[in-house]
């Protein structure tokens, strides 16, 4: 059984895709796509076809498995090329889609349907410049909805505002209704970038500009360490501390200010790390806590972490009934996670982070024998740990010294500069990280 699989290995004229197969032989499948991806997108399609689709087969993915075989036999048909790319982005693989997509339109003479879903590839991969790249090459075919729309859409993720505006300004509206709350969340989304730019430099660093631009988010802190090496702001692994979560409520009391949005009660949510923050956000807002309802106007629904929420009980429910935006409604989450963004973006956040251990979670700590142990979760009352965060320090970690300024005038310039646009979107989520730099979406 063996000896015949590997015999297939002769298959082969990719020494890297030769390697992807037996790695699949030892059981291996994401070992083996990993070796797929990091082979390059100018290997042979058969042969990417055939990894792909042995390894689709072990999982269980039979249009993948269909849609390989069929490009395997035959790698120069359009039609199979389409079919698997079409395939890997369902199966959110975008970047195996690109190369069978590119030779696609090649081979069709540009369609637009496969140009559509090689953008399509490109926009799940945060590959935006090349997204608008490959459209501005057929720009003279370009049906407004969706295709004009779409190299707007990637121009803001890519940074490119000048080229967003002028080819916005060509768009006009879609006869098609369901275009139409596209085309309003492209209006919000340039309206909030002329916001940004009053506030700041809105280039290819300004983490918090982009972060409002794109979904709406004012962001409370930066990170000050590792910003020269591609963090830009963000965190990497971190332990919190309740100095981290006072400063971030801090600036959610500024922001408030600022934008002159006055709730009337913090709302805390049912998951222990919530209600720990949701309990120190109502003594630093000076506000009444309640239990979040639904459809509560004027007030502050607190999340620690959004996606610590989601895996609470009832958690995907609670998160779905936070779409909907109440009159006054402000969601703020200390720690959003950015390289896999939460199911909705809120209104504030505190910081943003690749992983995170709350203040009073089982954080790791240095051993008797001088090596690093996890110590114990605290398992004080709720309050109390809240009012430990209450009598933290706020004052600024100073990092590295290579972040921009961060102060509390920095701040309320960029809260005051958003406030017209501030709360006027929907939490939909934002998976790119858009045009901002960092270690892991160079």
Not at 247 to 272: K, M, N, Q
Not at 304 to 317: F, N, Q, V
Request: charged residues 25%.
């Amino acid at each position: 059984m063996f000896s015949r699989r590997n015999r297939r290995t002769d298959r082969f004229t990719s020494p890297a895709l030769r390697t992807a197969w037996e790695t699949l032989d030892a059981g291996d499948v994401p070992g083996a796509l990993r070796q797929v991806r990091q082979a390059g997108e100018d290997q042979p399609l058969a042969e990417v076809a055939l990894v792909v689709g042995r390894a689709a087969g072990s999982a269980g993915f039979d249009d993948l498995a269909d849609a390989s075989a069929a490009l395997a036999a035959a790698p120069e048909d359009p039609r199979a090329l389409y079919r698997f790319g079409y395939a890997c982005v369902e199966r959110e693989v975008p970047d195996l889609a690109v190369p069978a997509l590119r030779a696609a339109l090649r081979l069709s003479g540009g369609s637009l349907r496969v140009l559509r879903e090689l953008v399509s590839a490109y926009e799940a991969g945060g590959r935006h410049r090349e997204a608008v790249a490959e459209l501005t090459r057929h720009e003279d075919r370009l049906e407004d909805w969706p295709d004009r729309y779409l190299l707007v859409f990637n121009a803001v993720f890519g940074g490119d505002l000048e080229l967003a505006r002028r080819q916005h300004a060509l768009l006009g509206d879609p006869e098609d209704e369901r275009w139409r709350p596209a085309r309003d969340r492209q209006h919000r989304m340039l309206a909030r970038a002329a916001d940004a730019e009053r506030a700041g430099r809105l280039d290819g660093a300004d983490l918090r500009g982009w972060q409002y631009v794109l979904g709406g988010t004012v962001l409370g802190t930066l990170s000050p360490y590792g910003f020269d090496a591609g963090m830009n702001g963000r965190y990497a692994w971190l332990q919190d501390t309740p100095d981290r979560c006072l400063r971030g409520l801090l600036r959610l009391r500024d922001l408030l200010a600022a934008t002159g949005v006055r709730p009337r009660s913090v709302s805390l949510l049912p998951d222990r790390d919530s209600r720990i923050l949701g309990l120190a956000a109502a003594q630093v807002l000076d506000l009444p806590a309640e239990p979040f309802a639904p459809g509560r106007a004027d007030t502050v629904v607190v999340a620690y972490d959004l996606d610590g929420l989601a895996a609470h009980d009832g958690g995907p429910e609670l998160i779905g009934k936070l779409f909907e935006r109440a009159p006054g409604q402000v969601l703020h989450a200390h720690a959003c996670c950015w390289t896999d963004p939460p199911a909705i973006t809120p209104d504030s956040a505190g910081l943003l982070y690749q992983s995170v251990v709350a203040p009073w979670g089982p954080q790791l700590r240095p051993s008797a024998d001088g090596g690093v142990e996890q110590g114990p979760a605290d398992d004080r009352p709720e309050a109390e740990i809240a009012a430990g965060i209450t009598a933290a320090d706020p004052s600024p970690d100073p990092g590295d010294g290579d972040g921009p300024a961060d102060g509390d005038t920095e701040f309320a310039a960029f809260a005051t500069a958003v406030k017209g646009t501030w709360l006027r979107g929907e939490r939909v989520r934002v998976r790119s990280a858009g045009p901002v730099p960092s270690s892991r979406f160079a």
